[in-house]
Protein backbone atom coordinates (compact mmCIF):
# COMPACT_ATOMS: atom_id res chain seq x y z
CA UNK A 1 0.00 0.00 0.00
CA UNK A 2 1.22 3.61 -0.75
CA UNK A 3 0.47 6.25 2.17
CA UNK A 4 -1.26 9.42 0.87
CA UNK A 5 0.68 12.18 0.23
CA UNK A 6 1.40 14.46 3.45
CA UNK A 7 0.70 11.43 5.69
CA UNK A 8 3.73 9.34 7.80
CA UNK A 9 2.45 6.26 10.08
CA UNK A 10 4.35 5.45 12.78
CA UNK A 11 4.24 1.81 13.82
CA UNK A 12 5.73 -0.17 16.67
CA UNK A 13 5.40 -4.05 17.32
CA UNK A 14 5.11 -6.05 20.89
CA UNK A 15 6.30 -9.70 19.90
CA UNK A 16 4.82 -12.48 21.86
CA UNK A 17 7.75 -14.92 21.74
CA UNK A 18 7.09 -18.51 23.50
CA UNK A 19 10.24 -19.96 24.84
CA UNK A 20 11.65 -23.80 23.83
CA UNK A 21 11.81 -24.68 27.10
CA UNK A 22 10.77 -28.15 28.51
CA UNK A 23 8.93 -27.04 31.42
CA UNK A 24 6.65 -23.69 32.41
CA UNK A 25 8.67 -20.44 33.63
CA UNK A 26 8.17 -21.06 37.52
CA UNK A 27 7.08 -24.71 37.49
CA UNK A 28 7.95 -28.78 36.56
CA UNK A 29 4.45 -28.71 34.04
CA UNK A 30 5.25 -29.45 30.66
CA UNK A 31 4.95 -26.86 27.91
CA UNK A 32 4.52 -29.51 25.23
CA UNK A 33 1.61 -28.03 22.65
CA UNK A 34 -1.33 -30.15 22.08
CA UNK A 35 -2.01 -32.34 25.50
CA UNK A 36 -5.35 -32.85 26.19
CA UNK A 37 -6.83 -30.05 27.94
CA UNK A 38 -5.74 -29.26 31.82
CA UNK A 39 -3.20 -32.15 31.85
CA UNK A 40 -0.65 -29.92 32.33
CA UNK A 41 -1.92 -27.25 34.67
CA UNK A 42 -0.08 -28.35 38.01
CA UNK A 43 -0.84 -26.08 41.25
CA UNK A 44 1.19 -23.25 40.30
CA UNK A 45 -0.20 -22.92 37.10
CA UNK A 46 -3.76 -22.70 39.00
CA UNK A 47 -2.42 -20.68 41.00
CA UNK A 48 -3.90 -22.92 44.15
CA UNK A 49 -3.27 -20.91 47.58
CA UNK A 50 0.29 -21.62 49.37
CA UNK A 51 2.23 -22.50 46.07
CA UNK A 52 5.52 -20.63 45.03
CA UNK A 53 7.22 -20.20 42.03
CA UNK A 54 10.63 -21.54 41.48
CA UNK A 55 12.07 -19.85 38.14
CA UNK A 56 13.49 -21.77 35.14
CA UNK A 57 17.00 -21.17 34.75
CA UNK A 58 16.60 -21.94 31.29
CA UNK A 59 14.03 -19.51 30.36
CA UNK A 60 16.65 -16.60 31.74
CA UNK A 61 19.45 -18.14 29.64
CA UNK A 62 17.37 -18.48 26.27
CA UNK A 63 16.35 -14.60 27.01
CA UNK A 64 20.11 -13.60 27.63
CA UNK A 65 20.58 -15.29 24.03
CA UNK A 66 18.53 -12.83 22.42
CA UNK A 67 19.60 -9.68 23.99
CA UNK A 68 23.18 -10.88 22.99
CA UNK A 69 21.89 -11.32 19.35
CA UNK A 70 20.53 -7.94 18.96
CA UNK A 71 23.51 -6.11 20.53
CA UNK A 72 21.29 -4.72 23.69
CA UNK A 73 22.22 -4.35 27.12
CA UNK A 74 21.71 -7.19 29.61
CA UNK A 75 20.29 -6.31 33.06
CA UNK A 76 22.58 -7.11 35.82
CA UNK A 77 19.79 -7.11 38.28
CA UNK A 78 16.36 -7.33 36.82
CA UNK A 79 13.10 -7.58 39.16
CA UNK A 80 9.68 -9.97 38.33
CA UNK A 81 6.26 -7.66 38.64
CA UNK A 82 2.73 -8.63 39.31
CA UNK A 83 0.82 -7.00 36.74
CA UNK A 84 -2.90 -7.66 37.65
CA UNK A 85 -5.87 -8.05 35.56
CA UNK A 86 -9.15 -9.80 35.69
CA UNK A 87 -9.48 -12.35 32.91
CA UNK A 88 -11.17 -16.04 32.75
CA UNK A 89 -8.00 -17.79 31.60
CA UNK A 90 -5.56 -16.50 34.36
CA UNK A 91 -6.59 -18.13 37.70
CA UNK A 92 -4.02 -16.06 39.65
CA UNK A 93 -5.47 -12.55 39.16
CA UNK A 94 -2.46 -11.04 37.86
CA UNK A 95 0.47 -12.02 35.60
CA UNK A 96 4.10 -12.63 36.50
CA UNK A 97 6.09 -10.53 33.91
CA UNK A 98 8.59 -7.44 34.40
CA UNK A 99 7.85 -3.83 34.72
CA UNK A 100 10.39 -1.24 35.36
CA UNK A 101 13.75 -3.65 35.48
CA UNK A 102 13.63 -5.73 32.37
CA UNK A 103 16.10 -8.38 31.46
CA UNK A 104 16.83 -7.09 27.67
CA UNK A 105 16.87 -3.34 26.66
CA UNK A 106 18.18 -0.81 23.86
CA UNK A 107 19.10 -3.11 21.58
CA UNK A 108 18.57 -3.04 17.64
CA UNK A 109 17.29 -5.12 14.63
CA UNK A 110 18.77 -4.52 10.71
CA UNK A 111 16.26 -4.71 8.33
CA UNK A 112 16.18 -4.45 4.61
CA UNK A 113 13.69 -3.05 2.01
CA UNK A 114 13.84 -3.08 -1.27
CA UNK A 115 17.47 -2.88 -0.82
CA UNK A 116 17.75 -0.24 1.43
CA UNK A 117 18.46 -1.26 5.04
CA UNK A 118 17.80 0.27 8.23
CA UNK A 119 17.62 -0.27 11.90
CA UNK A 120 15.42 -0.46 14.17
CA UNK A 121 14.90 -0.05 17.67
CA UNK A 122 14.59 -2.84 20.74
CA UNK A 123 13.37 -0.63 23.41
CA UNK A 124 13.25 -3.86 25.79
CA UNK A 125 12.65 -7.72 25.98
CA UNK A 126 10.89 -8.99 29.02
CA UNK A 127 10.46 -12.19 30.64
CA UNK A 128 7.15 -13.32 31.52
CA UNK A 129 4.15 -16.21 31.73
CA UNK A 130 1.83 -16.85 29.09
CA UNK A 131 -2.15 -17.00 29.81
CA UNK A 132 -4.21 -19.88 29.46
CA UNK A 133 -6.45 -19.97 25.99
CA UNK A 134 -10.78 -19.47 26.07
CA UNK A 135 -12.21 -21.72 24.09
CA UNK A 136 -15.44 -20.62 22.83
CA UNK A 137 -16.94 -22.76 20.14
CA UNK A 138 -16.91 -26.23 21.34
CA UNK A 139 -19.15 -24.55 24.72
CA UNK A 140 -22.69 -23.68 23.97
CA UNK A 141 -22.98 -20.20 25.30
CA UNK A 142 -20.26 -21.23 27.60
CA UNK A 143 -16.58 -21.01 27.59
CA UNK A 144 -14.20 -23.13 28.14
CA UNK A 145 -10.47 -22.59 29.80
CA UNK A 146 -7.73 -24.41 28.85
CA UNK A 147 -4.30 -23.64 31.34
CA UNK A 148 -2.00 -26.26 30.05
CA UNK A 149 -0.39 -22.90 28.11
CA UNK A 150 -0.72 -20.71 31.21
CA UNK A 151 3.23 -20.72 32.96
CA UNK A 152 4.33 -21.06 29.32
CA UNK A 153 7.59 -18.57 29.12
CA UNK A 154 7.60 -15.87 26.97
CA UNK A 155 9.79 -13.05 25.83
CA UNK A 156 8.09 -10.05 24.92
CA UNK A 157 10.17 -8.19 22.46
CA UNK A 158 9.37 -3.94 22.04
CA UNK A 159 10.10 -2.27 19.20
CA UNK A 160 10.89 1.31 19.02
CA UNK A 161 7.92 3.23 16.74
CA UNK A 162 10.79 3.28 14.33
CA UNK A 163 8.46 1.55 11.60
CA UNK A 164 6.78 3.58 9.12
CA UNK A 165 5.37 1.35 6.72
CA UNK A 166 3.69 -2.23 6.52
CA UNK A 167 6.60 -3.56 4.67
CA UNK A 168 9.13 -2.64 7.44
CA UNK A 169 7.17 -4.29 9.77
CA UNK A 170 7.04 -7.52 7.96
CA UNK A 171 10.92 -7.24 7.61
CA UNK A 172 11.45 -6.72 10.91
CA UNK A 173 8.95 -9.42 12.08
CA UNK A 174 10.61 -12.13 9.64
CA UNK A 175 14.15 -10.92 10.29
CA UNK A 176 12.93 -11.33 14.52
CA UNK A 177 11.59 -14.76 13.44
CA UNK A 178 14.35 -15.92 11.15
CA UNK A 179 17.00 -14.99 14.84
CA UNK A 180 14.79 -16.47 17.16
CA UNK A 181 14.48 -19.41 15.46
CA UNK A 182 18.40 -19.94 14.64
CA UNK A 183 19.13 -19.32 18.28
CA UNK A 184 17.19 -22.21 19.40
CA UNK A 185 15.05 -20.07 21.74
CA UNK A 186 11.63 -20.68 20.12
CA UNK A 187 10.14 -22.59 17.33
CA UNK A 188 8.89 -19.89 15.86
CA UNK A 189 5.48 -21.71 14.71
CA UNK A 190 3.15 -19.29 14.17
CA UNK A 191 -0.30 -21.01 14.01
CA UNK A 192 0.32 -22.53 17.15
CA UNK A 193 0.63 -18.95 19.03
CA UNK A 194 4.71 -19.65 19.41
CA UNK A 195 5.14 -16.14 17.61
CA UNK A 196 2.69 -13.68 17.67
CA UNK A 197 2.52 -9.79 17.29
CA UNK A 198 0.23 -6.79 18.48
CA UNK A 199 1.00 -3.92 15.97
CA UNK A 200 0.77 -0.59 17.21
CA UNK A 201 -0.09 2.07 15.01
CA UNK A 202 -0.56 5.82 14.44
CA UNK A 203 -0.64 8.60 11.34
CA UNK A 204 0.88 12.20 11.57
CA UNK A 205 0.72 14.77 8.69
CA UNK A 206 4.43 14.24 8.18
CA UNK A 207 8.16 13.38 9.92
CA UNK A 208 8.09 16.64 11.44
CA UNK A 209 4.61 16.45 13.35
CA UNK A 210 4.07 15.00 16.68
CA UNK A 211 3.36 11.37 17.05
CA UNK A 212 -0.31 10.71 16.43
CA UNK A 213 -2.74 8.49 19.26
CA UNK A 214 -2.11 4.80 18.57
CA UNK A 215 -4.20 1.97 18.84
CA UNK A 216 -2.89 -1.68 18.68
CA UNK A 217 -3.89 -4.79 17.53
CA UNK A 218 -3.51 -7.51 19.01
CA UNK A 219 -2.35 -10.99 18.48
CA UNK A 220 -1.34 -11.38 14.65
CA UNK A 221 -0.25 -14.91 14.06
CA UNK A 222 0.46 -14.46 10.30
CA UNK A 223 3.07 -11.99 8.51
CA UNK A 224 0.22 -11.55 6.13
CA UNK A 225 -1.99 -10.77 8.71
CA UNK A 226 0.62 -8.24 10.03
CA UNK A 227 0.51 -6.44 7.13
CA UNK A 228 -3.32 -6.08 6.10
CA UNK A 229 -4.06 -4.98 9.70
CA UNK A 230 -1.49 -2.39 9.54
CA UNK A 231 -2.81 -1.28 5.98
CA UNK A 232 -5.95 -1.13 6.90
CA UNK A 233 -5.57 0.55 10.21
CA UNK A 234 -3.35 3.55 8.32
CA UNK A 235 -6.10 3.78 5.57
CA UNK A 236 -9.08 3.98 8.37
CA UNK A 237 -7.14 6.68 10.85
CA UNK A 238 -6.47 8.39 7.69
CA UNK A 239 -10.05 8.63 7.03
CA UNK A 240 -11.35 9.34 10.17
CA UNK A 241 -9.05 11.95 10.95
CA UNK A 242 -9.59 13.81 7.41
CA UNK A 243 -13.06 13.69 7.83
CA UNK A 244 -13.18 15.65 11.81
CA UNK A 245 -12.99 12.67 13.63
CA UNK A 246 -10.33 11.91 16.37
CA UNK A 247 -8.33 8.21 16.88
CA UNK A 248 -9.02 6.53 20.54
CA UNK A 249 -6.66 5.21 21.98
CA UNK A 250 -8.21 1.59 22.21
CA UNK A 251 -7.04 -2.29 21.77
CA UNK A 252 -8.16 -3.45 18.26
CA UNK A 253 -8.51 -7.17 16.97
CA UNK A 254 -7.74 -8.47 13.59
CA UNK A 255 -10.27 -10.53 11.63
CA UNK A 256 -8.83 -12.75 8.70
CA UNK A 257 -11.46 -13.25 6.96
CA UNK A 258 -12.33 -9.73 6.23
CA UNK A 259 -8.75 -8.16 6.37
CA UNK A 260 -10.63 -5.52 9.09
CA UNK A 261 -9.56 -4.62 12.63
CA UNK A 262 -12.03 -3.46 14.99
CA UNK A 263 -12.56 -1.90 18.22
CA UNK A 264 -12.49 -4.45 21.40
CA UNK A 265 -11.87 -1.83 24.60
CA UNK A 266 -10.48 1.00 25.28
CA UNK A 267 -7.03 0.41 26.30
CA UNK A 268 -5.29 0.06 29.97
CA UNK A 269 -2.97 2.69 31.09
CA UNK A 270 -0.02 1.17 32.94
CA UNK A 271 -1.24 2.42 36.58
CA UNK A 272 -4.38 -0.10 36.04
CA UNK A 273 -2.72 -2.84 36.31
CA UNK A 274 -0.99 -2.01 40.08
CA UNK A 275 2.46 -3.40 38.61
CA UNK A 276 4.44 -3.98 42.08
CA UNK A 277 7.96 -6.39 42.90
CA UNK A 278 6.70 -9.79 42.85
CA UNK A 279 7.38 -10.60 46.80
CA UNK A 280 7.66 -14.36 45.78
CA UNK A 281 10.76 -13.85 43.20
CA UNK A 282 14.01 -13.04 44.53
CA UNK A 283 16.31 -10.40 41.59
CA UNK A 284 17.97 -11.98 38.97
CA UNK A 285 21.40 -11.74 38.60
CA UNK A 286 23.06 -12.27 35.59
CA UNK A 287 26.97 -12.02 35.74
CA UNK A 288 29.39 -10.86 33.06
CA UNK A 289 30.66 -14.76 33.50
CA UNK A 290 27.19 -15.62 32.53
CA UNK A 291 27.17 -13.71 30.14
CA UNK A 292 30.39 -15.08 28.43
CA UNK A 293 29.17 -18.39 29.18
CA UNK A 294 26.14 -17.92 27.54
CA UNK A 295 27.54 -16.02 24.60
CA UNK A 296 29.71 -18.42 24.28
CA UNK A 297 27.06 -21.04 23.46
CA UNK A 298 25.34 -19.13 20.43
CA UNK A 299 24.99 -20.39 16.97
CA UNK A 300 26.81 -18.17 14.30
CA UNK A 301 24.12 -15.90 13.91
CA UNK A 302 22.18 -14.90 10.61
CA UNK A 303 23.38 -12.03 9.59
CA UNK A 304 27.19 -13.11 10.61
CA UNK A 305 26.47 -15.99 8.48
CA UNK A 306 25.20 -14.08 5.33
CA UNK A 307 28.36 -11.82 5.55
CA UNK A 308 30.39 -15.11 5.70
CA UNK A 309 28.37 -16.34 2.22
CA UNK A 310 29.61 -13.41 0.57
CA UNK A 311 33.43 -13.45 1.53
CA UNK A 312 34.05 -17.44 1.60
CA UNK A 313 31.73 -18.42 -1.11
CA UNK A 314 31.68 -15.25 -3.30
CA UNK A 315 28.08 -15.21 -3.17
CA UNK A 316 25.94 -12.24 -4.05
CA UNK A 317 23.87 -10.78 -1.22
CA UNK A 318 20.72 -12.07 -2.13
CA UNK A 319 22.16 -15.41 -2.88
CA UNK A 320 23.89 -15.37 0.62
CA UNK A 321 20.48 -13.80 2.13
CA UNK A 322 18.25 -16.59 0.64
CA UNK A 323 20.50 -19.36 1.72
CA UNK A 324 21.13 -18.01 5.20
CA UNK A 325 17.46 -17.48 5.49
CA UNK A 326 16.92 -20.83 7.48
CA UNK A 327 19.37 -22.91 9.73
CA UNK A 328 18.49 -25.93 8.13
CA UNK A 329 19.00 -24.55 4.29
CA UNK A 330 22.53 -23.04 5.02
CA UNK A 331 23.52 -26.62 6.29
CA UNK A 332 22.41 -27.89 3.45
CA UNK A 333 24.03 -25.71 1.26
CA UNK A 334 27.55 -25.93 2.89
CA UNK A 335 27.55 -29.94 2.59
CA UNK A 336 26.87 -29.88 -0.91
CA UNK A 337 30.07 -27.46 -1.08
CA UNK A 338 31.99 -29.71 1.13
CA UNK A 339 30.81 -32.86 -0.60
CA UNK A 340 31.02 -32.08 -4.17
CA UNK A 341 34.03 -30.04 -4.15
CA UNK A 342 32.21 -27.77 -7.06
CA UNK A 343 32.79 -24.31 -7.46
CA UNK A 344 30.54 -22.61 -4.63
CA UNK A 345 28.45 -20.46 -6.99
CA UNK A 346 27.44 -23.92 -9.03
CA UNK A 347 26.13 -25.34 -5.93
CA UNK A 348 24.14 -22.13 -5.22
CA UNK A 349 22.63 -22.14 -8.22
CA UNK A 350 21.65 -25.90 -8.15
CA UNK A 351 20.45 -25.26 -4.34
CA UNK A 352 18.46 -22.05 -4.89
CA UNK A 353 17.35 -23.04 -8.47
CA UNK A 354 16.36 -26.62 -8.85
CA UNK A 355 16.24 -27.96 -5.62
CA UNK A 356 13.83 -24.98 -3.95
CA UNK A 357 11.51 -24.41 -6.94
CA UNK A 358 10.87 -28.26 -6.35
CA UNK A 359 10.23 -27.91 -2.66
CA UNK A 360 8.45 -24.83 -3.21
CA UNK A 361 6.09 -27.02 -5.99
CA UNK A 362 5.27 -29.91 -3.51
CA UNK A 363 4.82 -27.63 -0.19
CA UNK A 364 8.18 -29.16 1.33
CA UNK A 365 10.36 -27.97 3.73
CA UNK A 366 14.00 -28.40 3.33
CA UNK A 367 14.43 -30.72 6.09
CA UNK A 368 12.00 -33.22 3.89
CA UNK A 369 13.99 -32.74 0.73
CA UNK A 370 13.46 -35.97 -0.93
CA UNK A 371 17.06 -35.25 -2.15
CA UNK A 372 19.13 -35.18 0.43
CA UNK A 373 22.54 -32.58 0.57
CA UNK A 374 24.89 -35.84 -0.33
CA UNK A 375 23.23 -36.30 -3.40
CA UNK A 376 22.91 -33.09 -4.73
CA UNK A 377 26.30 -33.23 -4.17
CA UNK A 378 27.02 -36.45 -5.91
CA UNK A 379 25.32 -34.45 -9.10
CA UNK A 380 26.98 -31.37 -8.79
CA UNK A 381 30.40 -33.04 -8.85
CA UNK A 382 29.64 -34.98 -11.76
CA UNK A 383 29.36 -31.65 -13.76
CA UNK A 384 32.50 -29.99 -12.77
CA UNK A 385 34.55 -33.32 -13.48
CA UNK A 386 32.28 -33.11 -16.83
CA UNK A 387 30.60 -36.49 -16.70
CA UNK A 388 27.60 -35.23 -17.37
CA UNK A 389 26.69 -31.47 -18.97
CA UNK A 390 24.38 -29.09 -16.93
CA UNK A 391 21.81 -30.18 -19.29
CA UNK A 392 21.61 -33.90 -18.84
CA UNK A 393 21.98 -32.80 -15.21
CA UNK A 394 18.82 -31.06 -15.32
CA UNK A 395 17.05 -34.78 -15.92
CA UNK A 396 18.87 -36.36 -13.53
CA UNK A 397 17.75 -34.69 -10.80
CA UNK A 398 14.16 -35.12 -12.21
CA UNK A 399 14.90 -38.97 -12.25
CA UNK A 400 16.72 -37.99 -8.57
CA UNK A 401 13.37 -36.26 -7.72
CA UNK A 402 11.56 -39.73 -8.55
CA UNK A 403 13.43 -41.70 -6.28
CA UNK A 404 15.71 -43.35 -9.13
CA UNK A 405 18.43 -43.14 -6.94
CA UNK A 406 21.61 -41.48 -6.58
CA UNK A 407 23.23 -39.62 -9.50
CA UNK A 408 25.72 -41.90 -10.43
CA UNK A 409 23.51 -44.77 -10.52
CA UNK A 410 20.86 -42.50 -12.84
CA UNK A 411 23.87 -41.81 -15.17
CA UNK A 412 25.01 -45.30 -15.32
CA UNK A 413 21.56 -46.71 -15.59
CA UNK A 414 20.56 -44.38 -18.70
CA UNK A 415 23.99 -44.13 -20.91
CA UNK A 416 24.07 -40.84 -20.31
CA UNK A 417 27.98 -40.27 -19.74
CA UNK A 418 29.07 -37.01 -21.79
CA UNK A 419 30.74 -37.41 -24.88
CA UNK A 420 33.97 -35.58 -24.43
CA UNK A 421 35.92 -37.56 -27.15
CA UNK A 422 36.44 -34.76 -29.24
CA UNK A 423 37.00 -36.81 -32.47
CA UNK A 424 34.02 -38.57 -31.82
CA UNK A 425 32.16 -34.97 -31.79
CA UNK A 426 33.79 -34.02 -35.03
CA UNK A 427 32.85 -36.85 -37.04
CA UNK A 428 29.16 -36.53 -35.41
CA UNK A 429 29.89 -33.00 -36.68
CA UNK A 430 31.48 -33.88 -39.91
CA UNK A 431 27.97 -36.51 -40.85
CA UNK A 432 25.36 -33.47 -39.98
CA UNK A 433 27.20 -30.68 -42.44
CA UNK A 434 27.59 -33.34 -45.27
CA UNK A 435 23.53 -34.06 -44.99
CA UNK A 436 23.24 -30.12 -44.73
CA UNK A 437 24.77 -28.74 -47.92
CA UNK A 438 22.02 -25.95 -48.34
CA UNK A 439 22.08 -24.56 -44.37
CA UNK A 440 26.05 -25.06 -44.76
CA UNK A 441 25.96 -22.50 -47.97
CA UNK A 442 23.36 -20.27 -46.25
CA UNK A 443 25.66 -19.77 -43.12
CA UNK A 444 28.71 -19.32 -44.84
CA UNK A 445 26.41 -16.64 -47.31
CA UNK A 446 25.79 -14.96 -43.84
CA UNK A 447 23.10 -16.39 -42.43
CA UNK A 448 24.55 -16.67 -38.68
CA UNK A 449 21.65 -17.66 -36.96
CA UNK A 450 21.42 -21.18 -38.78
CA UNK A 451 24.61 -21.80 -36.03
CA UNK A 452 21.78 -22.90 -33.68
CA UNK A 453 20.51 -25.24 -36.09
CA UNK A 454 23.94 -27.27 -36.43
CA UNK A 455 24.20 -27.49 -32.48
CA UNK A 456 20.93 -28.67 -32.28
CA UNK A 457 21.33 -31.36 -35.04
CA UNK A 458 24.71 -32.51 -33.60
CA UNK A 459 23.00 -32.14 -30.04
CA UNK A 460 20.28 -34.70 -31.18
CA UNK A 461 22.78 -37.20 -32.70
CA UNK A 462 24.64 -37.53 -29.57
CA UNK A 463 21.63 -37.56 -27.79
CA UNK A 464 22.51 -34.60 -26.03
CA UNK A 465 25.61 -35.99 -24.28
CA UNK A 466 28.21 -34.33 -26.45
CA UNK A 467 30.26 -31.85 -24.29
CA UNK A 468 28.59 -28.53 -25.25
CA UNK A 469 31.46 -26.73 -25.11
CA UNK A 470 33.68 -28.77 -27.30
CA UNK A 471 30.43 -29.09 -29.74
CA UNK A 472 30.37 -24.95 -29.60
CA UNK A 473 34.17 -24.86 -30.76
CA UNK A 474 34.43 -27.61 -33.04
CA UNK A 475 31.38 -26.49 -34.86
CA UNK A 476 32.63 -23.20 -35.29
CA UNK A 477 35.83 -24.10 -36.82
CA UNK A 478 34.16 -26.65 -39.36
CA UNK A 479 31.79 -24.61 -40.20
CA UNK A 480 34.38 -21.66 -40.91
CA UNK A 481 35.56 -23.89 -44.04
P1 LIG B 1 2.01 -0.67 26.23
O1 LIG B 1 2.62 -1.56 27.25
O2 LIG B 1 0.90 0.17 26.74
O3 LIG B 1 1.59 -1.42 25.02
P2 LIG B 1 4.59 0.41 25.49
O4 LIG B 1 5.21 1.65 26.02
O5 LIG B 1 5.17 -0.89 25.88
O6 LIG B 1 3.06 0.45 25.81
O7 LIG B 1 4.64 0.59 23.91
C1 LIG B 1 4.08 -0.31 23.07
C2 LIG B 1 4.50 -0.12 21.65
O8 LIG B 1 3.89 1.02 21.08
C3 LIG B 1 5.98 0.05 21.40
O9 LIG B 1 6.36 -0.88 20.41
C4 LIG B 1 6.12 1.46 20.88
O10 LIG B 1 7.14 1.57 19.93
C5 LIG B 1 4.79 1.70 20.25
N1 LIG B 1 4.36 3.10 20.19
C6 LIG B 1 4.45 4.04 21.15
N2 LIG B 1 3.91 5.20 20.73
C7 LIG B 1 3.43 4.98 19.47
C8 LIG B 1 2.74 5.77 18.50
N3 LIG B 1 2.39 7.04 18.75
N4 LIG B 1 2.41 5.21 17.33
C9 LIG B 1 2.72 3.93 17.07
N5 LIG B 1 3.37 3.14 17.93
C10 LIG B 1 3.72 3.64 19.13
MG1 LIG C 1 1.53 -3.53 25.01
Not at 304 to 310: C, L, N, S, V
Amino acid sequence: MTIPAGWEAVIGLEVHCQLLTKTKIFSGASTTYGAEPNTQADAVTLGLPGVLPVLNREAVTFAVKFGLSVDAKIAETCVFARKHYFYPDLPKGYQISQYELPIVEHGHLDIEVDGVSKRIGITRAHLEEDAGKSLHEAFHGATGIDLNRAGTPLIEIVSEPDIRNSAEAVAYLKKLHQLVVALGVCDGNMQEGSFRCDANVSVRRGPDAPFGTRTETKNINSFRYVQQAIDYEIERQIEVIESGGKINQETRLFNPDTGETRAMRSKENANDYRYFPDPDLLPVVVTEADKERIRASMPELPAAKKARFESQYGLSAYDANLLTSETALADYYETVVKASGAEAKTCANWVTGDLLASLNKSGKSIEESPISATQLAGLVARIADKTISGKIAKDVFEAMLAGEGDADAIIKAKGLVQITDEGAIASAIDAIIAANPQQLADYRAGKDKLFGFFVGQAMKATQGKANPEALNRILKEKLAG
